[in-house]
């Protein structure tokens, strides 16, 4: 092996290993997060108990609040057998899935362009994207980090089918495109408009349509994604029929839990708080793409652009809007990011005067570690921020209860949590205890009785308790109380 390949090889590993530390360092920090997360962890703790992978559960009863197909949870439940039950097993997916984009981007780097600089500057500017490295996407137990490695692999997988004609990537993309669909159902698909747009324009669609492969990998996709739903609308009736409620015509058209917000909307969230380091380098990059002489990164770039402009028309009509939702997004604007900022390090590279100046250039690195070391900061930043003073009373008893799991706090057997709101965000914790036999179960703090046993953190109930109650505080750990009515 030559010192060419070493120093790629060497190049490469630093860039994973600084990848890894935002993805995976203090990954269990924060307590189980409100609402999705929560809900999402007491379905994995449900199936991992029950053994059932089809009908998703809460609390016994089939959830038909969240009709997303369980690929997600299948890989909880994975991660529970391994390392048991708690945040760990609930990010871990999140997490390697977006390990695993930053790598599908440096190998399509490596296999369109012969080099893997592109990919690896789409990467860094992922996981230093600040709506990407976030709640709800690659720091907690949601659906969309996982969503957005399948959505960029089908749509990378497609477009080296163009190129190539190899079939394997014809049959990637159908792979993915189930996975996809099987993590967050008819979002798994939104990026089909943008490319049946594209294989218009690059005169493929009629030679895709007589690909007898193509019929193969439909029947491939049906086979895994309509057998999984008929499959659970036998096992669960009625799932179908939420399904079409949920995900289709009516969440879609019709705004429901306070979700309303303008069309502008997710422009706004991407420039306001997302994305506001690298945004400004995506309409250069889809310029200097659109413009360049360069065959290959005039393609892409037209891909990139295609998907980004269909998906943000889609979704901006949508009558629900949430932030997370610019997920699938992310590694698009990335790939568009990097080819601006891959010419500059290419003319620094180039650059006679630079040559002239020390015998080394060494302007292009410096250049990549200017431009990166305060948005790589920040990211770490946010990454080792806890719960804000704010969050503490609605989150210090998770913090409380994980704890009392890990066998690092104590609570009495038979003791009633007190709580004035659902306390969903806990009921992954309470299930957990009561399987260690701990018995602890939600009461009202308005009727408790002498010798009753409570453990509360909000303001509200130990201020009822000091008020209408005698009582013996048993403990006490920051917001969290135990007491003994007496």
């Not at 002498?450 to 006490?476: F, G, M, P, R």
Request: glycine share 4%; charged share 15%; net charge neutral.
């Amino acid at each position: 092996m030559n010192a060419a390949k070493l120093q790629n090889i060497f190049g490469v590993f630093i860039l994973l290993c600084l990848i890894c530390v935002p993805l995976f360092w203090h990954l269990d920090a924060l307590a189980i997060r409100l609402w999705d997360e929560s809900r999402f962890a007491g379905n994995a703790y449900e199936m991992y108990l029950n053994g059932d992978f089809f009908v998703v559960k809460f609390q016994g009863m089939p959830d038909m609040w969240s009709s997303k197909p369980p690929l997600m949870l299948w890989c909880q439940v994975f991660f529970m057998k391994i390392f048991g039950p708690g945040e760990w097993a609930l990010r871990l997916p999140s997490a390697i899935a977006a390990l695993s984009t930053c790598l599908i981007l440096m190998l399509f780097s490596r296999r369109y362009f012969q080099h893997f600089l592109w990919g690896g500057i789409a990467a860094f500017v992922l996981v230093t994207t600040f709506g990407y490295v976030d709640i709800h996407v690659t720091r907690t137990g949601d659906y969309d980090a996982l969503l957005a490695f399948f959505t960029t692999t089908y749509c990378l997988a497609l477009f080296l089918f163009f190129e190539t004609k190899k079939q394997k990537y014809l049959y990637a993309f159908f792979v993915c495109l189930s996975f996809a669909a099987l993590t967050k159902s008819v979002a798994g698909l939104v990026f089909l408009p943008g490319l049946f747009i594209y294989a218009l324009w690059q005169k493929e669609l009629i030679a895709l349509l007589k690909n007898k492969n193509t019929y193969i990998g439909i029947a491939i996709f049906l086979f895994l994604v309509l057998g999984y739903y008929f499959s659970r609308e036998y096992k669960n009736p009625g799932y179908l029929a939420t399904v079409y409620e949920n995900e289709l015509g009516g969440r879609y058209l019709n705004p429901v839990e306070g979700h309303e917000a303008p069309w502008y909307f997710y422009l706004w969230a991407l420039t306001a708080w997302q994305n506001p380091i690298w945004m400004w380098f995506i309409p250069c990059g889809i310029l200097l793409g659109l413009f360049s002489k360069n065959a290959k990164e005039f393609r892409l770039t037209v891909l990139f652009t295609i998907l980004s402009a269909i998906y943000l028309l889609v979704f901006s009509a949508s009558a629900n809007k949430l932030s997370w939702y610019n997920a699938p997004l992310f590694p698009l604007y990335a790939g568009l990011s990097a080819t601006a900022i891959y010419r500059i390090y290419r003319i620094l590279s180039e650059s006679d005067f630079c040559k002239k100046i020390l015998k080394i250039n060494i302007f292009p690195l410096l250049f990549l570690i200017i431009l990166f070391i305060y948005p790589y900061v920040e990211t770490l930043d946010r990454v080792l921020r806890i719960s804000t003073e704010w969050e503490m009373e609605t989150y210090e008893i998770g913090y409380f209860f994980r704890d009392v799991i890990k066998g690092n706090e104590q609570l009495p057997d038979d003791c009633y949590f007190l709580s004035s709101e659902l306390p969903q965000q806990n009921d992954f914790y309470l299930q957990v205890l009561n399987s260690k036999g701990l018995n602890i179960i939600q009461h009202s703090y308005e009727s408790l009785q002498k010798n009753d046993k409570v453990v509360t953190s909000e303001e509200k109930i130990k201020t009822y308790i000091h008020e209408h109650y005698q009582y013996k505080e048993l403990a006490s750990k920051n917001n969290v109380s135990i007491y003994l009515i007496l």
